[in-house]
């Protein structure tokens, strides 16, 4: 009798608070445990209070949009090793407070942009594990409290330079395990990585998949020179030039070549023979070192007209005041004042 008593009570105060049958809830610690439970959604009548929610190892396949609207306190969201394939964005909105989303061991295909937006406080984004094609150029608005990123063991070849410009405060992103192509595509990660590692920046490397002869090789260690065919740097000069059609018509059919998906190997990023940025900082040099030749010889000439002047009125005075007079006497000290102003 005692015990069903207690069971009686213990259930009364689940269901006032409001915890769903097969979660346990902790008041003490704010966490609602529902893992291993089966769920296919997320759970309703979760107690408002909770910050943290542990939903990992469900069969979780889809997260209405209205899904968090009653627990926007969460601080911790576990949604590791589910079925979610997609994650619609504004799913998490509600959770304002939010700072570690897990979302490891799903099967996500692709993030939407800004599927992340309105957590101002996210701290920590994993993504790892999933089967991730490509991802945005932002993960969304005021996400750029986010320090550590993960996006390792997936399937990405490429990912945009401005999405991780747009997170200023990562301290640590992980990249391992995904087919890097490191072709064109990719030297603008390349040039972040290198200014993010040397901020004290915490990464674990970008290793290439491809083009065959990069196969396994660091990002980091291959160098600038394999990237000179790349249309970046003439890229920023479209917009400003766009009235000029023909220079840019003429860019695109010289560059058009190198961005096919099919060839992203060979094709990709090998020099050619004269690429135009090779040349443009050849000419870059050029004028550099003729203003520098011109500057020195501009200061020769000036320093030779200085001396010449200080010299001819050092021998004008010199004339004036010790060969007249000795011409005019005659005397055999002619050359004294000559060796004495020598001396």
């Known amino acids: 009798g005692n015990w069903l008593l207690v069971w009686s009570v213990i259930s009364l105060a689940h269901t006032a608070h409001g915890?769903?049958?097969k979660c346990l809830c902790h008041t003490a610690s704010k966490t609602a445990d529902c893992k291993n439970r089966g769920f296919t959604e997320i759970p309703g009548h979760l107690p408002p209070?909770?910050?943290?929610?542990?939903?990992?190892n469900n069969r979780i396949w889809r997260i209405n949009q209205n899904a968090f609207t009653a627990t926007?306190?969460?601080?911790?969201?576990?949604?590791?090793?589910?079925s979610l394939s997609s994650v619609a964005p504004g799913a998490f909105q509600k959770l304002r407070y939010l700072q570690v989303l897990n979302l490891t061991?799903?099967?996500?295909?692709y993030i939407e942009n800004k599927t992340f937006s309105f957590l101002p406080h996210l701290k920590e984004l994993d993504l790892s594990s999933n089967s991730i094609i490509r991802l945005p150029e932002t993960l969304g608005n005021s996400t750029g409290n986010i320090t550590l990123l993960s996006v390792k063991h997936n399937k990405l070849q490429k990912m945009e330079r401005i999405l991780?410009?747009?997170l200023p405060n990562l301290k640590v992103v992980l990249f391992k395990d995904n087919p890097w192509q490191c072709n064109c595509n990719i030297f603008g990660l390349k040039l972040w990585l290198e200014s993010f590692l040397y901020r004290g920046g915490i990464s674990d490397g970008i290793i290439c998949s491809a083009p065959g002869i990069r196969k396994g090789k660091d990002l980091l260690k291959v160098p600038y020179e394999l990237f000179g065919a790349c249309p970046l740097r003439t890229a920023h000069v479209h917009p400003a030039s766009s009235h000029h059609h023909g220079f840019e018509h003429r860019s695109s059919l010289k560059h058009g070549h190198h961005g096919e998906p099919g060839d992203s190997g060979r094709a990709g990023c090998e020099p050619k023979p004269k690429p135009r940025p090779v040349s443009l900082r050849h000419?870059?040099?050029?004028?550099v070192i003729t203003g520098v030749?011109?500057?020195?010889v501009c200061l020769m000439m000036l320093a030779a007209a200085v001396y010449g002047c200080a010299y001819a009125a050092i021998t004008?005075?010199?004339?004036?005041?010790?060969?007249?007079?000795v011409r005019q006497h005659g005397t055999p000290e002619e050359k004294e004042p000559f060796e004495s102003s020598l001396a």
Not at 49 to 56: A, G, K, S, Y
Not at 283 to 287: E, G, H, N, S, Y
Not at 316 to 325: D, G, M, T, V
Request: glycine letters at 2%.
């Open 316 to 325: 004008a005075k010199y004339h004036k005041e010790h060969l007249a007079p």
């Open 283 to 287: 000419a870059i040099a050029t004028v």
């Open 19 to 21: 915890c769903p049958e």
């Open 293 to 296: 030749v011109c500057g020195i």
């Open 49 to 56: 209070e909770i910050q943290i929610l542990q939903l990992q």
């Open 164 to 166: 991780l410009e747009s």
């Open 105 to 109: 061991r799903n099967l996500i295909h």
């Open 72 to 82: 926007p306190l969460l601080k911790i969201l576990d949604l590791s090793n589910n």
